[in-house]
């Protein structure tokens, strides 16, 4: 280490210039009023510039990957806009930084419809398990009846802080623990914090399989996504902390019919099912919303008309199947959805949700006036508009 600059606190500094001629800042502290700098030409070994990597408005991936080594960091540009012409696919461990995901400020990551935004595939014991990925927004450019592609999918412990991953066909994050789909798929311990899910086609986050436990997802956001909020279908002890919901759903099974909203109850609701009209409908659809005037809902784009000719399925704010035993930590999520389907012994402590009937769970909460409740799932109520 050595001491690159000293002066008083408003010197200026371009570290960009420092990172492309081959320094790179590895810190900075104060004494008395003075800034001091250090850098370390050592640890220039595996940092990749992305910068370096655009030709003809776009990144030349596979350049980029061929120079990709394990353990490298990829630095981004702030306020940059990267053009992907295809998805990334790392088999090799990796630390991708951005800048900010603040509008006007942001590092972004777009990806053409019918494209895949990152892969992180694990294929032994010690590949692609260490990456980490920090202040970028994945555009994925989602228009209808694109293929149901990801905006990351990791079968390594890929660790995600203020990311954004919007407008993917598929989930906007799938961490598989499968093993299914990559040998040794393993995503325990997976830290997500300050991230936002929205206008995916499928779920916002979706993690699953035996090895996706002790997952921490930390102040994260879902919203406007077709599919469930977040998704969990892993064996145990995954902690959410503060996640908020709103909107999910938007196209599943969310509908207007006979001046009332309503959301579908199961994955497959058949073609024809008429609310309050068509044997055993009771079994298909529950009542979201009615007006406390008694005036007629219309439909709108997120409440569209009921359609004979449509089949439909649920979509909710947390879906948590199988052997979970989770925690959710004052979760807020939004009464414009369906009711939270919560499986396998779940333990939500505080908080604002809504929770299925048929859900196996236990809620316990502190309610205004200082009284602690602990119950079990409580019954889908309507809530007047």
């Not at 000293?6 to 003075?34: A, D, R, S, Y």
């Not at 951005?98 to 294929?123: E, H, M, Q, W």
């Not at 995916?200 to 956001?221: E, F, Q, S």
């Amino acid at each position: 280490m050595k001491i690159l600059k000293k002066g008083p606190l408003n010197f200026k500094l371009n570290l960009m210039n420092l990172l492309t001629k081959g320094l790179i800042v590895t810190g900075l502290f104060f004494t008395g009023g003075v800034a001091q700098t250090l850098i370390s030409k050592s640890e220039v070994k595996g940092v990749l510039m992305l910068d370096n990597y655009v030709k003809a408005g776009a990144v030349d991936t596979k350049g980029l990957l061929n120079e990709v080594q394990s353990g490298c960091v990829i630095q981004c540009s702030p306020a940059t806009e990267y053009v992907f012409k295809n998805s990334l696919v790392f088999t090799k461990s990796v630390t991708i930084t951005g800048y900010s995901t603040t509008v006007n400020r942001s590092t972004v990551f777009k990806f053409p419809i019918d494209s895949a935004g990152l892969s992180f595939i694990r294929t032994d014991s010690s590949s692609s398990v260490g990456n980490s990925i920090t202040g970028i927004w994945f555009d994925g450019g989602h228009r209808e009846n694109a293929l149901p592609k990801h905006g990351l999918w990791a079968t390594g412990r890929t660790d995600l802080t203020n990311c954004v991953f919007e407008g993917f066909a598929g989930h906007g994050v799938y961490l598989d623990g499968t093993g299914t789909k990559g040998s040794n798929g393993n995503v325990n311990r997976n830290m997500l914090t300050n991230c936002r899910f929205s206008k995916n086609g499928r779920n916002g986050l979706h993690i699953d399989g035996n090895d996706a436990n002790v997952v921490n997802v930390i102040n994260c956001d879902a919203s406007n996504n077709e599919g469930h909020g977040f998704y969990d279908g892993a064996m145990m002890c995954n902690l959410y902390l503060s996640p908020h919901s709103n909107n999910n759903g938007l196209k599943g099974g969310k509908i207007t019919h006979q001046c009332i909203r309503w959301f579908a109850l199961t994955d497959s609701v058949p073609k024809g099912i008429e609310p309050l009209k068509s044997p055993k409908w009771e079994l298909y659809w529950d009542t979201l919303q009615v007006a406390k005037d008694g005036r007629c809902l219309q439909p709108t784009g997120e409440f569209q008309a009921w359609k004979a000719d449509r089949a439909y399925k649920t979509s909710r704010p947390f879906c948590f199947v199988g052997n979970t035993r989770h925690t959710i930590i004052n979760p807020y999520v939004e009464q414009n959805q369906a009711a939270s389907y919560l499986d396998g012994g779940t333990l939500v402590i505080n908080g604002a949700i809504t929770l299925d009937p048929k859900s196996r769970c236990q809620w316990i909460r502190q309610e205004t006036n200082g009284v602690s409740r602990f119950s079990n799932p409580i019954k889908t109520t309507i809530n007047p508009l």
